[in-house]
């Protein structure tokens, strides 16, 4: 999975305008890399371990990346990042937590379970185009991840 357009992105959000506007601001900076979104903390979990509605997906394709809200429905974010970090299969997997939330506990114990970064989204369009795009530039084109069969 060299190629970074191949690179998909799994955004895990509740709230349609949100997801709507990371979808724009990526298509706007030109990361036209594939963007799944699940709609609450059980579908990711459902998705990231292919069971349930999702579980005849493709295991080989991995996300790049996970933009995490918190504030979800069924399995918050954070139990939805402590599950991701006790699983072997996902315990290197990048998650930055893109929240609205401003509470210090949610930052400490984000970080104390292993987020990669930890992003306030902007109430301004402009400034959350802005967040979105650095996100997508570092995360999709920048970072580079260990192949699964290099990180088991």
């Known amino acids: 999975m060299n190629d970074p357009s191949e690179r998909v992105i799994l955004l895990v959000e509740d709230n349609a305008d949100d997801e709507l506007m990371t979808v724009r601001a990526f298509r706007k900076s030109n990361i036209r890399n594939p ?45 939805v990042l402590r599950r991701i970090r006790t699983h072997e299969q996902t315990r ?37 185009f802005e ?6 530039m570092y995360w999709i084109v920048l970072n580079e991840m260990p192949s699964p069969r290099r990180s088991a």
Do not use: W
């Open 35 to 79: 963007v799944v979104v699940v709609r609450d903390g059980a579908e990711a979990i459902d998705y990231l371990f292919i069971q349930g509605r999702h579980a005849d997906r493709d295991p080989s394709i991995r996300p790049q990346v996970v933009l995490l809200d918190l504030h979800l429905p069924r399995i918050d974010g954070l139990e």
């Open 92 to 128: 290197t997997l990048p998650v930055v937590i893109l929240t609205s939330s401003k509470e210090e506990r949610d930052l400490v114990e984000g970080y104390q379970l292993g987020v990669n970064s930890f992003v306030h989204k902007p109430v301004d369009v402009t400034a959350f």
């Open 131 to 136: 967040a979105v795009r650095q996100l997508g």
